[in-house]
């Protein structure tokens, strides 16, 4: 969770400030790395969705069940994070951004 909620945004917004700032052209991104980047992630947020699905349940569930449910749950959640995405970077004014919010958008 601590690499999808924090190093993942962390890393995006160093790759989109390197397109501003020189010293800091290490991080810009191809653009195959960008999506290599964003499937890796949504596999890994599958992957731990799973995890919590098949092993939280005090009742075996089998295979079919984890993995229908963290399949939907993670499509939903790269829908909220495109929606939240757009909702910082479009709707909310930049004055109004405080601490971990900005390194989200």
Same mark, same amino acid.
């Given at each position: 969770?601590l &690499?999808?909620?924090?190093?993942?945004?962390?890393?995006n917004? /160093?790759?989109?400030?390197?397109?501003?700032l020189?010293?800091?052209? &290490?991080?810009?991104?191809?653009?195959?790395?960008?999506?290599?980047?964003?499937?890796?992630?949504t /596999?890994l947020i599958?992957?731990?969705?799973f995890?919590f699905?098949? /092993?939280?349940?005090?009742?075996?569930?089998?295979?079919?069940?984890?993995?229908?449910?963290?399949?939907?749950?993670?499509?939903?959640?790269?829908v909220?994070?495109?929606?939240?995405?757009?909702?910082?970077?479009?709707?909310?004014? !930049?004055?109004?951004v405080y601490? !971990?919010?900005?390194?989200i958008?």
């Open positions: 969770v &690499v999808t909620n924090f190093i993942v945004p962390t890393l917004f /160093l790759i989109k400030l390197a397109d501003q020189e010293p800091l052209q &290490v991080f810009r991104l191809s653009e195959f790395q960008d999506v290599l980047l964003g499937i890796i992630t /596999l599958f992957a731990l969705f995890v699905y098949y /092993l939280i349940p005090y009742e075996n569930l089998g295979k079919k069940v984890p993995l229908l449910s963290a399949l939907w749950a993670t499509i939903l959640w790269k909220a994070e495109i929606i939240f995405g757009y909702y910082i970077g479009e709707i909310l004014p !930049a004055e109004g601490g !971990a919010f900005i390194l958008a």
